[in-house]
């Protein structure tokens, strides 16, 4: 456009915009608005449902300690049992995932990759039943050996529980269900390491484990805590698998073998809203908020952490 | 430093196909042999066998020899990984590594072959590599930044200087020029008449003038047709090969009169 001295407003050129261009990006819009929508009516559900709870006098709530007292250990549990299956996962995820994509023939790297992927689709009450009724047992003779050898360590204090239905029984239940959802997001970027950046490594004499780390592993680094935190979310959300598997008493311990253990957030909510009413429900609905804000803050330090160096992480 | 390399009767295969047949010739160090030809030939894959960077693909396999002063490189007791180290390979594409510093992009091959080196000794030999690729004065003030910030011409001498890092006795480079800009070009074709003093370099270009204006030897790959095996027409020196080639194929490619 050239300059013109007149003072008349210069005439509004509206871009050309195809139908097919506007309906879409208008049905983008609304998925986009509606999942705000729904997050912010969950979000001010728990808020108002729980604000009787939050402001009734100590007495009133469950335990008769109020409700901090009330949350806490559930927040430990909830925490804890999550922690377990984080560091037990991840590296199991990362070391399957890095087999299927660069150990195994490819012949059986398909069918293995499948196969973890089936552990995703097994529902968590048969988790919960597997655990119970195999792996709590089997576990009993490993934990009387920690405690044995490593009861020095508060973790592994005992006493041993009989039946195995301990908090790091609960973690490794856990471990096996969030595997799936870790390894297939490893895989996937581990598989997505441009050639050009894996066949730099090897052609400066990297063998095949040097240019993994090399290559591999930093670039796929942010979608490995992608993966751990979606598995996170999964393990702090659970609530069929620890229902059935944990049993549950007491309070705050690191005690992982004994049969002292604190419950977990969801857990709690499905074993004792059936029997509540009143003030009850209000407890347990803020119990869940105090879940909804941990999981809110693990995604915003996940998103932190694979900020932090991104101008290392070959985006740009 | 600096070794001959004698290829003889080489065969390379992908899986069932032959992609280049019966290549026999003999590299000279401390000199700049360039291979033509046109796309597909297999010019780059006979570079990649030179290394055993080829057999990183799956199936892919190589019959004959490639001595390198009097070592099989393809002997059975061979390590591949160790002729890597001898040999270096900048490749069409920079491709500095995204997730590492221009520093640690140049001590990447020092710190595999020599796990426990002193920084000091180790920040020498930075300094020498990136000055060896004619990059120093333009990164010394931003040696923890990322490589992948810089330009492409830049990013390609950082690979130089990695391949260099590791004092490697021979320099294959694969189209090092046809992704960058001409001035970058020139840069990189002076370093490599720089390097040549100390270096057996081996290049593959589809820029015929670079290779007029940078080798000593140049080779001609053709092929005879889609699914034909390439093989290593004509092999001469350069002056010869750009004003009186032996064969006619030569002569009509570097003409333009096909391919």
């Known amino acids: 456009m050239t300059t013109t001295s007149a003072p008349t407003e210069p005439p509004v050129q509206r871009p050309v915009r195809r139908i097919g261009d506007r309906v879409f990006s208008?049905?983008?819009?609304?998925?986009g608005i509606l999942i705000l929508i729904v997050l912010a009516g969950v979000g001010a559900f728990l808020v108002v449902e729980s604000l009787p709870a939050i402001t009734a006098s100590p007495e009133d709530v469950p335990g008769e300690g109020g409700l901090a007292a009330y949350i806490a250990p559930l927040i430990f549990g909830t925490l804890l049992s999550a922690l377990i299956a984080l560091l037990v996962a991840t590296p199991l995820a990362v070391a399957i995932a890095l087999f299927i994509t660069f150990y195994a023939p490819r012949r059986i790297a398909q069918p293995l990759g499948y196969v973890v992927d089936l552990l995703a689709a097994i529902p968590s009450i048969v988790y919960g039943f597997w655990g119970i009724a195999w792996l709590a047992p089997q576990m009993v003779p490993f934990y009387e050996w920690l405690e044995e050898n490593l009861g020095f360590i508060p973790l592994f204090a005992g006493p041993v529980s009989t039946t195995g239905r301990t908090m790091l029984t609960a973690g490794l239940v856990l471990a096996i269900m969030i595997l799936p959802i870790i390894s297939a997001l490893a895989r996937e970027v581990f598989g997505q390491t441009p050639a050009l950046h894996r066949e730099a490594a090897l052609a400066l004499g990297a063998t095949r484990w040097e240019m993994i780390r090399m290559a591999v592993l930093p670039y796929g680094r942010s979608g490995v805590i992608g993966g751990a935190m979606l598995g996170l979310g999964r393990a702090l959300g659970e609530t069929m698998a620890i229902a059935?598997?944990?049993?549950?008493?007491?309070?705050?311990?690191?005690?992982?073998?004994?049969?002292?253990?604190?419950?977990?957030i969801a857990a709690n909510i499905a074993l004792?809203?059936?029997?509540?009413?009143g003030l009850d429900v209000n407890t347990l609905i803020a119990s869940g908020l105090a879940l909804f804000l941990i999981t809110l803050l693990v995604n915003t330090l996940a998103r932190w952490i694979v900020n932090r160096r991104a101008d290392f992480s070959g985006a740009n | 430093m600096a070794k001959r390399i004698d290829v003889s009767d080489l065969n390379i295969y992908y899986g069932n196909f032959r992609a280049v047949e019966g290549v026999t010739v003999s590299i000279e160090p401390r000199s700049v042999t360039a291979l033509i030809g046109p796309s597909g030939c297999g010019k780059s894959t006979f570079l990649?066998?030179?290394n055993r960077m080829h057999e990183v693909l799956p199936g892919a396999r190589v019959e004959g020899k490639v001595v390198m002063d009097g070592q099989d490189l393809y002997g059975a007791d061979v390590d591949p990984v160790d002729v890597r180290r001898q040999i270096g390979m900048v490749f069409q594409r920079p491709n500095p590594f995204p997730t590492m510093s221009i520093y640690d992009n140049v001590a990447a091959g020092l710190r595999l072959?020599?796990?426990?080196?002193?920084?000091?000794?180790l920040d020498d030999l930075v300094e020498r590599s990136l000055r060896g690729a004619n990059l120093w004065n333009e990164v010394k003030d931003r040696l923890d930044r990322p490589g992948s910030g810089l330009s492409g011409g830049q990013q390609q001498r950082l690979c130089i200087a990695r391949a260099i890092a590791v004092e490697p006795d021979v320099l294959l480079m694969d189209e090092p020029c046809s992704a960058l800009d001409p001035i970058s070009t020139l840069a990189i074709e002076d370093l490599m008449t720089e390097l040549k003093d100390k270096y057996?370099?081996?290049i593959v270009t589809h820029n015929m003038q670079q290779a007029a204006r940078v080798s000593e030897q140049t080779g001609f790959f053709n092929l005879n047709g889609v699914g034909q095996p390439g093989r290593l027409i004509e092999f001469n020196p350069t002056e010869k090969i750009f004003s009186n080639p032996d064969e006619r194929a030569t002569e009509d490619y570097i003409s333009g009169r096909f391919g």
């Open chain 2, 113 to 121: 072959n020599n796990k426990k080196m002193k920084k000091s000794e």
């Open chain 2, 48 to 50: 990649r066998s030179l």
């Open chain 1, 26 to 31: 208008g049905g983008a819009r609304i998925a």
């Open chain 1, 244 to 264: 059935l598997v944990l049993s549950v008493s007491g309070g705050i311990t690191f005690n992982l073998i004994s049969s002292g253990n604190p419950s977990t």
């Open chain 2, 200 to 202: 057996t370099i081996v």
């Open chain 1, 272 to 277: 004792e809203f059936p029997e509540s009413s």
